[in-house]
């Protein structure tokens, strides 16, 4: 689903953009390759009380193992701390040992699971505290 969702990002026209990141609190990323693909997202929201979100990040299978996801977090992590959030949250599948990973290498921790929840599927909470 996640490989899905990256590679239908060079579908979107220009006025979709256009219009996901028209709201200020948005926040995305886009990762290009050497011939200008995007194969790599990251996107979430800045909500009230300085919280930000990480809803979405995914990188294409060929792109993976190459830096492109903790280059995307990084930038996340960055424009949150500098708009002022004091943290970030995300849900992940506890199967996803990769992402998990790469939460855990950028100082987030695992702060509740969620059995049976969206689609019946277990998930993780996951936060990094930036103050």
């Known amino acids: 689903m996640v490989d899905d969702n990256i590679r239908n990002l060079n579908q979107v026209t220009q006025e979709q953009w256009r219009n996901s990141i028209s709201d200020p609190q948005t926040l995305m990323f886009v990762y290009q390759d050497d011939e200008d693909r995007i194969v790599g997202l990251a996107r979430g929201r800045m909500e009230n009380g300085k919280l930000s979100h990480l809803g979405f990040i995914g990188v294409v299978p060929e792109a993976r193992r190459k830096g492109t996801g903790q280059a995307l977090l990084a930038s996340f992590i960055e424009e949150s701390t500098r708009r002022g959030s004091h943290k970030i949250s995300l849900f992940t599948a506890p199967t996803l040992k990769a992402a998990i990973a790469l939460y ?8 509740a699971s969620l059995s049976s929840h969206w689609y019946k599927q277990d998930f993780v909470i996951y936060s990094k505290f930036l103050r």
């Not at 855990?104 to 702060?111: G, I, L, T, W």
């Open 104 to 111: 855990a290498r950028n100082d987030f921790v695992q702060e």
